[in-house]
Each structure stands twice: as C-alpha cells, then as structure tokens.
T-cell receptor, first 111, second 116 residues
Framework: KQEVTQIPAALSVPEGENLVLNCSFTDSAIYNLQWFRQDPGKGLTSLLLIQSSQREQTSGRLNASLDKSSGRSTLYIAASQPGDSATYLCAVNFGNEKLTFGTGTRLTIIP | NAGVMQNPRHLVRRRGQEARLRCSPMKGHSHVYWYRQLPEEGLKFMVYLQKENIIDESGMPKERFSAEFPKEGPSILRIQQVVRGDSAAYFC??????????????FGPGTRLTVL
C-alpha cells in the first residue's frame, strides 16, 4: 500500500531558528513530490515540487530534498518567522496522477 | 492568469438535500482532481477527470457522489442526499496536460460543506 507519513504531527520552535520537517513514503517508485502549506480554514499553497530525477529544490528560505532510495523527503526552513506558522503537507505522486497526502506537521513559530 | 476557482466557498445543507460544488481550473489546464479533507484528517483523493472523461474515480464513495467535467463549463462534484458525515472541506486541483507524466497540481481555496 502506498502511504505517506509525516512526523512529528506538531512542532514549536523559537523565531529565528532553522528547522526541518520530515516526510516518508513507502514506495520508492515515485513520480514527483510536492510540499504544501495550509493555513487554518484556508486552501493549499504549493511551496515546492521535486521531480523524481531531482535531489533538491530551493525557493527563498525553503529547501526541499528527496532521497528516493530511503523513501524520505525533508523541508528545511531557514531563519523561521512567525508568518511561517501553518500546517505543512507532503504529497507524493506515485505515478497514477493522484496525490497521496501525509497528515501534515502543524508548525508554530514562537515570537 | 487566475488560479483555480471554486464556488461556493461555504455551503450549508440539511440532511437529505443535494450539494453541488463547482471548480474552474486554471486557464490552459485540462486535468481536474477532487480531494476531500474530513475534520482532523488528511486530504484524500476522490476523482480525476479530463474533459468529458472520468479517468480515475477510485476514491469516490460508491453511492450518492458523482463528478463531471463537461466540454464547456466548470467541473461539478455532486453529492445527493447529504448526511452529516459528508461535512468536510472539498478541494479541487488542476494541472496542465502532461507531456510525460503527472504535472504539478494547483489547488483552489476549497468549498467547506456543513450538513445540519
């Protein structure tokens, strides 16, 4: 069964710190992986897309890595800010067009 | 280029009524996906459509739910005889026609359905 797991479910860090969010998936034959941000009661904002042939993608203070062989991806956030507080979702496309989502990590940045 | 549009943003129905959720994909996108997010749960795939075709409906409940993406107009997710358990946020996503496989999906703001 193709599954996506995100641990921890919640994370609190002081403002200014760098942090890493984790995502693991059960099938290494993925097509691509997306990281999203969801604010309470809102929709999903796509942050980064990594194709299976890539090892990392960067956008501003965000860097996402992909290690297919170990079934893992990480989202690195540098110099965290209170505005980064949100739920971060990892979603994997296993090649069948639909995204399989993790349950997310709820991030709180403490001012 | 407007993003994925969904309406209504909030919908309240009484048990037994019908709910119609609309999704207009981004301009130039021919693939539409519907996902459901139940309270305190993750997003789950429901259905994948292209114009006038249902490609994958493996996530759709067997009864009361249907989806369409006509040649003209938005994609519609229809829920007949709603029950309280249908209360959830329903998200639509779209992607352009792929040249070699799945592309990045862009999500709309969602429709939050409340069944009284």
């Amino acid at each position: 069964k193709q599954e996506v797991t995100q641990i921890p479910a919640a994370l609190s860090v002081p403002e200014g710190e760098n942090l890493v969010l984790n995502c693991s998936f059960t099938d290494s034959a993925i097509y691509n992986l997306q990281w999203f941000r969801q604010d309470p009661g809102k929709g999903l904002t796509s942050l980064l897309l990594i194709q299976s042939s890539q090892r990392e993608q960067t956008s501003g203070r965000l860097n996402a890595s992909l290690d297919k062989s170990s079934g893992r991806s990480t989202l690195y956030i540098a110099a965290s800010q209170p505005g980064d507080s949100a739920t971060y979702l990892c979603a994997v496309n296993f090649g069948n067009e639909k995204l399989t989502f993790g349950t997310g990590t709820r991030l709180t940045i403490i001012p | 280029n407007a993003g994925v549009m969904q309406n209504p943003r909030h919908l309240v129905r009484r048990r037994g009524q019908e709910a119609r959720l609309r999704c207009s994909p981004m301009k130039g996108h021919s693939h539409v996906y519907w996902y459901r997010q139940l309270p305190e749960e993750g997003l789950k795939f429901m259905v994948y459509l292209q114009k006038e075709n249902i490609i994958d409906e493996s996530g759709m409940p067997k009864e009361r739910f249907s989806a369409e993406f006509p040649k003209e107009g938005p994609s519609i997710l229809r829920i007949q005889q709603v029950v309280r358990g249908d209360s959830a946020a329903y998200f639509c996503a779209s992607s352009p026609q792929g040249s070699g496989g799945p592309n990045e999906q862009f999500f709309g703001p969602g429709t939050r359905l409340t069944v009284l």
